[in-house]
């Protein structure tokens, strides 16, 4: 219970951003929706980890910093993982993973 | 109710609303302003919890410079007016399941257990233990992961750079 929000509102709205990432993650096909995708479900991750550490260890700052950490993590995977969209741009002049059946040439 | 409880509501339509726009929106690029609404409504979640640092990064790192990385990189690759065509039911429906499956068996576990109800202490968490914490490399010290991370950040930015560089052949 934080100031009248119990936990498991938090837990419940994660719960839902990270399925709804899921479910782009599966339907999409495009490699820069994917992405976004990706990024919905690490976002949600990090609505849990503050939330069990306001919560339930007010004293501690794990979750803090586990955050801050995703976080960085996060900026490193979309830097490259836009760096490799924009090689495969070049070469095959289209993001659509279902036209991305040669990865060797 | 207390306006805690209105603004949590409030952050988290917001938050559900535009994450399933975001990934159901067929124009990429509305899609990519979605994401940048959630972003923002989950800096307002961490403002919620007193953690001002927290939502300030947040804000900083996604909203500043992973949407405005994403937006720039839909405008290299896809023409703005391009319309995403939508997946056939056959394919959309096991996406769906299990999306629906998963998330109902998370919720049911999440609403059937029962969580310790200490009272959360509102102080901030102020800006010096953040920093003494990262640099500190006894108990409780983030010493190590700060240093892996910033390795990890310059490896990335290494990275990319002589990923999308143009090649001279």
Same mark, same amino acid.
């Given at each position: 219970? =934080?100031?009248?929000?119990?936990?498991?509102? =938090?837990?419940?709205?994660?719960?839902?951003?990270?399925?709804?990432?899921?479910?782009?993650f599966?339907?999409r096909k495009n490699l820069i929706t994917m992405?976004?995708?990706?990024?919905?479900?690490?976002?949600?991750?990090?609505?849990? =980890?503050?939330?069990?550490?306001?919560?339930?260890?007010?004293?501690? +700052?794990?979750? +803090?910093?586990?955050?801050? =950490?995703?976080?960085?993590?996060?900026?490193?995977?979309?830097?490259?993982?836009?760096?490799?969209i924009?090689?495969i741009?070049?070469?095959?002049?289209n993001i659509d993973v279902e036209k991305m059946n040669?990865?060797?040439? | 109710?207390? &306006?805690?409880?209105?603004?949590?509501?409030?952050?988290?339509?917001? %938050?559900?609303?535009?994450?399933?726009?975001?990934?159901?929106?067929?124009?990429?690029?509305?899609?990519?302003?979605?994401?940048?609404?959630?972003?923002?409504?989950?800096?307002?979640?961490?403002?919620?919890?007193?953690?001002?640092?927290?939502?300030? %990064?947040?804000?900083?790192?996604?909203?500043?410079?992973?949407?405005?990385?994403?937006?720039?990189?839909?405008?290299?690759?896809?023409?703005? &007016?391009?319309?995403?065509?939508?997946?056939?039911?056959?394919?959309?429906?096991?996406?769906?399941?299990?999306?629906?499956?998963?998330?109902?068996?998370?919720?049911?576990?999440?609403?059937?257990?029962?969580?310790?109800? &200490?009272?959360?202490?509102?102080?901030?968490?102020?800006?010096?233990?953040?920093?003494?914490?990262? %640099?500190?490399?006894?108990?409780?010290?983030?010493?190590?992961?700060?240093?892996?991370?910033?390795?990890?950040?310059?490896?990335?930015?290494?990275?990319?750079?002589?990923?999308?560089?143009?090649?001279?052949?």
């Open positions: 219970m =934080f100031e009248g929000v119990p936990l498991s509102w =938090f837990l419940v709205l994660s719960t839902i951003m990270f399925f709804v990432g899921v479910y782009g599966l339907v992405l976004m995708s990706i990024e919905l479900i690490l976002n949600s991750v990090c609505i849990n =980890f503050v939330a069990f550490n306001k919560i339930l260890y007010p004293d501690h +700052m794990e979750g +803090m910093f586990f955050t801050i =950490f995703i976080i960085a993590v996060a900026a490193a995977e979309a830097s490259v993982a836009i760096a490799i924009i090689n741009y070049r070469r095959i002049v040669e990865m060797k040439y | 109710m207390t &306006s805690n409880q209105i603004m949590f509501l409030l952050f988290s339509a917001v %938050i559900v609303i535009f994450s399933i726009l975001t990934v159901t929106s067929r124009r990429i690029l509305r899609a990519a302003t979605y994401l940048l609404f959630v972003l923002v409504s989950t800096a307002g979640l961490y403002f919620l919890l007193r953690y001002n640092y927290l939502a300030a %990064i947040q804000l900083i790192v996604y909203a500043g410079g992973i949407v405005v990385l994403i937006i720039f990189s839909i405008l290299l690759t896809s023409h703005i &007016s391009e319309k995403l065509p939508t997946a056939s039911l056959l394919k959309k429906w096991p996406a769906l399941l299990v999306a629906l499956v998963g998330a109902a068996l998370c919720v049911t576990v999440i609403l059937q257990h029962n969580f310790p109800g &200490s009272v959360g202490n509102t102080e901030l968490v102020s800006v010096t233990d953040i920093g003494n914490s990262l %640099i500190n490399y006894g108990k409780y010290g983030y010493a190590l992961p700060f240093e892996v991370i910033s390795v990890l950040l310059l490896a990335a930015m290494i990275g990319a750079i002589v990923l999308a560089k143009k090649r001279k052949d």
